[in-house]
């Protein structure tokens, strides 16, 4: 998920003298893919993640373009294309931080496992799995344990193009969990026709395996910087957990967290 290439636009946008803010450059150009209810073309606000980012842009006087391409293509066209400052949803990984500059985290992700209903897998740590079939999505971090796990032939797994079809996999009893956000399962078991005969029959493992912050990554160079810069200022003045919960109440989604004072929500520390 991790790529890099500094912007061209970089020597106008700093020679603006007296202005770092010029008219040209209040409109950020981001890329993100169809991840409901974080990001989607057809949800309200482009999404949960997209309406947090308008709104702290909108704090700083800025306007935000978002553009819904397939994943690999939004990494891509973030990493290549001048116009595009950067991407989201991302997870925090060492990799990323070579590649990319994080923003301060825009949102949190409840990662899990999800199964099937006559499973109730009981486990603690994840060795304990190690003789089943973990379903994940190709291109996709999970969690460093994970993927070190599976990198080291030391969990079976298998990979899918898609949430969709790795729970349709769970429900075919292909694999026997799937890694999963939360609030992505219940969105998708409520929306997604093709998982239309699967209602019912998955759940949630209570256990999760992670509450992973979300970020935007930008360009590494100093235009990328100066905008995850003024993407922050503006995360301060907004209440990102209130937003949240308004989202997903509005989207009756389950398991809604109350919202948190601003301060709740902190970057990982080093």
């Not at 989202?247 to 709740?264: E, R, S, T």
């Amino acid at each position: 998920m991790i790529r890099s290439l500094p912007g061209l636009c970089l020597i106008l946008s700093l020679a603006a003298a007296g202005s770092a803010l010029a008219d040209t450059s209040h409109t950020v150009t981001l890329t993100t893919l169809d991840w409901p209810p974080y990001t989607g073309s057809q949800l309200a606000e482009q999404g949960l993640n997209s309406a947090v980012i308008r709104a702290a842009y909108a704090a700083m006087g800025y306007k935000v373009r978002i553009k819904v391409v397939p994943w690999q293509r939004a990494v891509a066209e973030a990493t290549l294309n001048p116009q595009v400052a950067g991407y989201f949803p991302e997870y925090d990984s060492a990799a990323g931080r070579k590649s990319f500059f994080f923003s301060d985290p825009i949102g949190r992700s409840p990662l899990g496992f999800a199964e099937r209903m006559n499973s109730h897998y009981q486990w603690q740590q994840l060795a304990e799995l190690s003789r089943l079939r973990v379903g994940v999505v190709q291109g996709y971090v999970n969690t460093a344990e994970l993927d070190e796990r599976i990198a080291t032939k030391r969990q079976n797994a298998d990979e899918a193009l898609d949430d969709t079809q790795n729970l349709l996999k769970l429900d075919r009893r292909h694999i026997d969990l799937a890694v999963i956000d939360r609030y992505v399962f219940d969105y998708l078991m409520q929306n997604d026709p093709k998982l239309k005969t699967a209602r019912g029959n998955l759940r949630m493992n209570p256990h999760l395996l992670e509450e992973k912050l979300l970020y935007v990554c930008f360009k590494p160079s100093a235009e990328g910087k100066r905008l995850a810069d003024i993407l922050n200022q503006g995360l301060k003045r907004i209440n990102v957990e209130a937003i949240t919960h308004r989202y997903l109440m509005d989207n009756k989604l389950d398991g809604v967290p109350p919202p948190q004072p601003k301060a709740a929500m902190k970057k990982p520390a080093g």
